[in-house]
């Protein structure tokens, strides 16, 4: 949307991560895009999520020697992970789960545990980093439980049988133990039907799925932020002058249907 009307040539490569998670499938998409990059040169790149930056910092000198690269979808950037690059600049997602869990909280002050439902990809492995200094905080008022990577079987069992002053933060969860894969819209339905009590999330892409809702960070924004990085560079702004941005923690999003459903 934010690109639509700028005269540029524009190609999208979709990498499938989430369903192909090895270095395998990776060295096939480097091969792939060599072929197809080789004689195509590329002045910017903009990435989305954890896998196709990891991807762009193993093999961007090969693949697109000399273009900028602007991330987005990245919830969790270490300190260091940019140490010795250059030309790279984009958006972390800055989810706050401080605020998702004083929110739960608000809602029903009977809370005491709250179950986060995790898969072992890079999207919940960086965000339970970002529950580290939280464990500590909440302590003495509520029990966290991470979901280690289970069949959908187990994990519906899990949801069933949750006491009333429990409450689910639905992080990720696209492939079980037995290797299946869901979609988010299809793992929050999942969820959401078997659980009685509010499942919240992080992302606006789980909203209408079943989620009650959450402080919600919007993937749209994050992209109009990205475009508007790779526009500027593309119109010869200097990339140093561009810093990583923090994105928005998000909106506070809520489906009314859940909200009637749990009398809220």
């Known amino acids: 949307d934010t690109l639509k009307d700028d005269a540029l040539d524009l190609h ?5 991560a989430k369903r192909y998670p090895d270095t395998r499938h990776f060295e096939n998409l480097y091969r792939l895009y060599q072929l197809k990059y080789h004689s195509h040169p590329v002045d910017v790149v903009i990435s989305t999520d954890e896998s196709a930056l990891d991807f762009l910092l193993e093999y961007r000198e090969d693949l697109f ?9 990245v919830k969790y950037l270490e300190d260091n992970k940019l140490f010795g690059e250059k030309q790279i600049t984009g958006v972390t997602e800055q989810v706050d789960i401080e605020k998702n869990i004083q929110l739960m909280r608000r809602l029903n002050k009977e809370i005491k545990h709250v179950l986060v439902i995790t898969d072992n990809s890079p999207t919940s492995i960086s965000t339970i980093k970002s529950f580290v200094p939280l464990l500590k905080r909440f302590k003495d008022t ?3 439980k991470f979901t280690e990577l289970m069949t959908i079987e187990k994990l519906e069992g ?5 006491p009333s002053n429990s409450a689910i933060l639905l992080v990720n969860y696209t492939r079980d ?5 869901l979609t988010t819209s299809e793992s929050a339905l999942m969820i959401s039907r078997k659980s009685p009590v509010p499942v919240y ?3 606006d892409s789980y909203l209408k799925d079943g989620i009650l809702g959450g402080l919600l960070v919007s993937g749209f924004s994050q992209g109009k932020t990205a475009a508007n990085m790779a526009r500027a560079l593309l ?5 140093n002058h561009i810093p990583v941005q923090k994105g928005r923690s998000g909106f506070y999003m ?7 459903r749990f009398q809220i």
């Not at 020697?65 to 979808?73: D, E, L, M, N, T």
């Not at 119109?235 to 990339?239: E, F, K, N, S, V």
């Not at 809520?254 to 009637?260: G, V």
């Open 177 to 181: 133990r037995a290797g299946r894969i």
């Open 142 to 144: 509520i029990e966290f």
């Open 201 to 203: 999330a992080l992302w």
């Open 254 to 260: 809520f489906d009314y249907q859940q909200l009637n």
């Open 158 to 162: 899990l949801v069933e049988s949750l």
């Open 12 to 16: 999208f490569e979709y990498m499938d």
């Open 65 to 73: 020697p000399g273009a900028s690269i602007v991330f987005c979808g």
């Open 235 to 239: 119109a010869g702004a200097d990339i």
